[in-house]
């Protein structure tokens, strides 16, 4: 890995975007990576958005994702899509919220770790690596309802991948987009 990979995750106050991008720099960081983290809160204790930047790789200078160089954007609310879509690289991946129902999950406060499972599928960073991040992040009584949660995601990613199925929720963005 030459380039650090580039991870913004978007949401609205209280839907897990700083736990979710916990777990993930938390992950990285235990497959033997560079992690820099940053979070914009905004009005975030209301519901507004929030946002948190991910970068990790051999060497990573800054936190900040540089606009338009995300390579992953995962969005937990449907209303944060196009506000955030221009913070991604031409070819860069969305992993949209429309992916994953929350009614399948045994807990709908996991969604964030569900979508973590959907990109879980893009990186190099093994599963084993992933879990151990969820079980570091969140407290015992968490533990299972989030694990399934992260299989949910992958399998959802998987079957997304599908050739021949159309690819709405977890989608590479062409450059005119």
């Known amino acids: ?11 609205l ?16 960081f235990r497959s033997g990576f560079e992690v820099k983290k940053s979070e ?5 204790q209301r519901g507004g958005s929030v ?23 995962v969005v937990l609310a449907p209303d944060q899509v196009e506000v955030n879509r221009g913070q991604l690289r031409p070819g860069g991946v969305l992993i949209a919220p429309e992916l994953i129902d929350p ?4 807990n709908r406060k996991s ?14 960073i093994p599963e084993a690596k992933w879990r151990e991040a969820i079980r570091a992040c969140l407290p015992e009584k968490l533990h299972a309802a989030n694990l399934q ?19 709405p929720a977890a989608a590479v963005v062409s450059p005119a987009a």
Not at 1 to 11: C, D, R, S, T
Not at 13 to 28: F, P
Not at 111 to 124: P, R
Not at 149 to 158: K, L, N, S, V, W
């Open 51 to 73: 946002t948190s930047d991910v970068r990790f790789g051999a060497q990573v200078l800054s936190p900040m994702v540089p606009p338009g160089e995300a390579d992953f954007l």
């Open 40 to 44: 914009i809160h905004g009005m975030s």
């Open 103 to 106: 009614a399948t999950l045994s």
């Open 1 to 11: 890995m030459k380039k650090p990979v580039n991870v913004i995750l978007a949401g």
């Open 111 to 124: 969604f964030n770790v569900a979508l973590l499972g959907a990109l879980s599928a893009h990186l190099e």
């Open 13 to 28: 106050g209280g839907q897990g975007v700083i736990k979710a991008s916990d777990i993930l720099s938390e992950a990285a």
């Open 149 to 167: 949660a992260f299989e949910a995601g992958q399998r959802a990613a998987r079957a997304s991948a599908r050739p021949g199925k159309p690819r």
